[in-house]
């Protein structure tokens, strides 16, 4: 088996984003599409010559067949050994592990993480670096420059490799080795929580429900809360991936998981309910009755570390995205925590938690994690949750309830545009911007503009800085204002407005987040103009 040159002409378009290319299935389905942008890949990161590389992805539509280009195209550029999921699948968190356990210089994670799959939903190639973390934005330019200029691609013309059986075989000169998918992330799991503690706790009749949403973290699910830990059989639902999710949008939030929020209000409700996204690396928490937002998810978890020993031990700082609300903040704050602000996207808290200046990190789009890999964990965060429930023997609601109560509430809610039309929205940000030295001592539906700035971001690890990264206004009644566009959408534009307003009225702590949040929401429509820009009455979505 030789590798076979092909000629070819750079594809437009092939930038990659906050986490990775993501477009269209059927477009990565093209002929010399999905090659195209692994050549570039070699190409931007020095090439795979004698290199170690993990590979796997969540399974939606389309994933087999890519990882069988990719398995060609690294033994067609003389890499030394390739670790792949039995059948690809690899949750990004289990991938990140991975590569730092076998000290991989990186891998490929083929996955659109919360966008819809099937042939025609989303589909995605992310490279991860040798620290197991995202691409950082220097390597990510030279991927993209690469795109710009290539004329040939290398790929070896041999059979399938058998990726459903575990052990080793050859591609070429290059040896794949074919992992279970679980195995070693329980294994980290295991040295990170008390079992013990968890076990106890469904054997006391602790009742959960985790909705994998028919995608990658069935499975770990049913390894971990079923089998190991003593969960009921049948609190794992939706287990099984599917290559489009079920017809579902694996997007663990309120709105795309309706039935486990059914579920968890109703009558009968068990004590504990979490679903997670396509590639594994997202969370929902959610307790009898009650929504637990994923900045309010991220605080509880910084606030309650000291319960966890693996945790417990040594609490170096945070870090939350600029979007995230400051419930984080002010747990910090009374912690003696440094806290940092990045832009969005996991690959800007890798150089934190490299360097030791923090142990947990997290955005509000329901990522949350720690410095025991480089990518967000939903499982992770699931996990951490039941351990601090076995041993406080609290219920999520209580525990929320003594912690608006110790540290104040952050009232927060993301409003989404989606699809909207590119140009429109564009427009509505750059007129913002140039609007955003005008604002402050304005008044716009009772509140008054205190601060109005656009987010850049100076590394304080490398010295690195990142601009564009989000339009900030504050109120000196203590609302927040930030509106971004999304980078992980591949049709049109989602318009983000993150919306905030701090509480510390003990008997103002249980409002419903709209009403409580009204005055803000109505600031930032005064202030954007966001249904004439956008031709939009409401939000698609709200979370």
């Not at 600029?322 to 003696?336: I, K, N």
């Not at 142990?359 to 994690?369: P, Q, W, Y």
């Not at 609007?435 to 490398?462: M, N």
């Given at each position: 088996?030789?590798?076979?040159?092909?000629?070819?002409?750079?594809?437009?378009?092939?930038?990659?984003?906050?986490?990775?290319?993501?477009?269209?299935?059927?477009?990565?389905?093209?002929?010399?599409?999905?090659?195209?942008?692994?050549?570039?890949?070699?190409?931007?990161?020095?090439?795979?010559?004698?290199?170690?590389?993990?590979?796997?992805?969540?399974?939606?539509?389309?994933?087999?067949?890519?990882?069988?280009?990719?398995?060609?195209?690294?033994?067609?550029?003389?890499?030394?050994?390739?670790?792949?999921?039995?059948?690809?699948?690899?949750?990004?968190?289990?991938?990140?592990?991975?590569?730092?356990?076998?000290?991989?210089?990186?891998?490929?994670?083929?996955?659109?993480?919360?966008?819809?799959?099937?042939?025609?939903?989303?589909?995605?190639?992310?490279?991860?670096?040798?620290?197991?973390?995202?691409?950082?934005?220097?390597?990510?330019?030279?991927?993209?420059?690469?795109?710009?200029?290539?004329?040939?691609?290398?790929?070896?013309?041999?059979?399938?490799?058998?990726?459903?059986?575990?052990?080793?075989?050859?591609?070429?000169?290059?040896?794949?080795?074919?992992?279970?998918?679980?195995?070693?992330?329980?294994?980290?799991?295991?040295?990170?929580?008390?079992?013990?503690?968890?076990?106890?706790?469904?054997?006391?009749?602790?009742?959960?429900?985790?909705d994998a949403m028919h995608a990658v973290t069935g499975p770990y699910a049913k390894a971990i809360l079923e089998d190991t830990l003593g969960a009921a059989p049948g609190s794992v639902v939706n287990a099984t991936p599917l290559p489009d999710?079920?017809?579902g949008h694996p997007d663990p939030n309120p709105i795309w998981a309706k039935e486990l929020m059914d579920v968890m209000m109703g009558e009968d409700a068990p004590d504990f309910g979490a679903a997670s996204d396509g590639d594994g690396d997202?969370?929902?928490?959610?307790?009898?009755?009650?929504?637990?937002?994923?900045?309010?998810?991220?605080?509880?978890?910084?606030?309650?570390?000291?319960?966890?020993?693996?945790?417990?031990?040594?609490?170096?700082?945070?870090?939350?995205?600029?979007?995230?609300?400051?419930?984080?903040?002010?747990?910090?704050?009374?912690?003696?925590?440094?806290?940092?602000?990045?832009?969005?996207?996991?690959?800007?808290?890798?150089?934190?938690?490299?360097?030791?200046?923090?142990?947990?990190?997290?955005?509000?789009?329901?990522?949350?994690?720690?410095?025991?890999?480089?990518?967000?964990?939903?499982?992770?965060?699931?996990?951490?949750?039941?351990?601090?429930l076995a041993v406080r023997k609290i219920s999520v609601a209580d525990l929320m309830a003594d912690h608006w109560k110790t540290y104040g509430r952050n009232y927060y809610s993301r409003h989404d545009y989606e699809a909207v039309d590119a140009?429109?929205?564009?427009?509505?940000?750059?007129?913002?911007?140039?609007?955003?030295?005008?604002?402050?001592?304005?008044?716009?539906?009772?509140?008054?503009?205190?601060?109005?700035?656009?987010?850049?971001?100076?590394?304080?690890?490398?010295?690195?800085?990142?601009?564009?990264?989000?339009?900030?206004?504050?109120?000196?009644?203590?609302?927040?204002?930030?509106?971004?566009?999304?980078?992980?959408?591949?049709?049109?534009?989602?318009?983000?407005?993150?919306?905030?307003?701090?509480?510390?009225?003990?008997?103002?702590?249980?409002?419903?987040?709209?009403?409580?949040?009204?005055?803000?929401?109505?600031?930032?429509?005064?202030?954007?103009?966001?249904?004439?820009?956008?031709?939009?009455?409401?939000?698609?979505?709200?979370?």
């Open positions: 088996m030789k590798p076979k040159k092909v000629a070819t002409t750079p594809i437009d378009g092939q930038k990659p984003g906050t986490s990775g290319l993501r477009k269209k299935t059927r477009t990565f389905m093209e002929p010399h599409y999905l090659e195209n942008y692994i050549q570039a890949t070699w190409n931007g990161i020095g090439g795979v010559e004698g290199k170690t590389l993990v590979l796997g992805g969540d399974g939606r539509h389309f994933n087999d067949r890519a990882a069988q280009v990719v398995l060609r195209m690294a033994a067609a550029g003389g890499a030394e050994r390739v670790i792949v999921g039995r059948n690809a699948l690899l949750s990004t968190p289990a991938a990140s592990h991975l590569i730092r356990k076998n000290k991989a210089s990186g891998g490929i994670i083929l996955s659109a993480s919360h966008n819809p799959g099937g042939p025609d939903g989303d589909f995605g190639v992310k490279y991860n670096v040798a620290n197991g973390g995202p691409a950082p934005e220097n390597v990510t330019r030279k991927i993209f420059k690469a795109t710009q200029e290539l004329k040939k691609y290398f790929i070896l013309d041999a059979q399938d490799v058998d990726l459903d059986t575990l052990g080793e075989t050859t591609l070429g000169k290059t040896v794949v080795e074919v992992v279970d998918p679980t195995a070693d992330y329980q294994e980290l799991m295991a040295e990170l929580f008390d079992f013990d503690a968890i076990k106890a706790l469904f054997a006391e009749g602790f009742r959960i429900r985790f999710f079920g017809e997202r969370n929902m928490i959610v307790g009898r009755g009650i929504y637990v937002t994923p900045s309010d998810s991220l605080a509880a978890i910084a606030a309650n570390a000291k319960h966890i020993p693996s945790y417990a031990k040594e609490m170096r700082g945070v870090a939350r995205s600029m979007p995230t609300s400051r419930a984080l903040d002010r747990v910090a704050e009374a912690l003696e925590l440094d806290c940092y602000e990045t832009p969005t996207g996991w690959k800007f808290f890798g150089n934190l938690l490299d360097a030791g200046a923090a142990t947990l990190c997290g955005e509000e789009s329901a990522g949350t994690g720690s410095d025991h890999v480089r990518e967000k964990d939903g499982l992770w965060a699931v996990l951490f949750w039941l351990n601090v140009e429109a929205a564009q427009k509505l940000v750059d007129d913002l911007r140039d609007r955003l030295d005008s604002l402050p001592g304005q008044d716009f539906a009772g509140l008054t503009v205190e601060t109005a700035d656009e987010f850049a971001y100076d590394d304080p690890v490398d010295g690195s800085r990142s601009e564009g990264q989000g339009l900030r206004i504050t109120t000196s009644q203590g609302g927040r204002i930030v509106l971004r566009l999304s980078g992980t959408g591949t049709e049109g534009a989602t318009l983000r407005v993150y919306l905030e307003r701090v509480e510390t009225d003990p008997e103002r702590l249980h409002d419903d987040p709209q009403e409580a949040l009204a005055s803000v929401i109505a600031a930032a429509e005064a202030i954007a103009g966001i249904k004439d820009r956008t031709g939009r009455d409401a939000p698609d979505v709200i979370t």
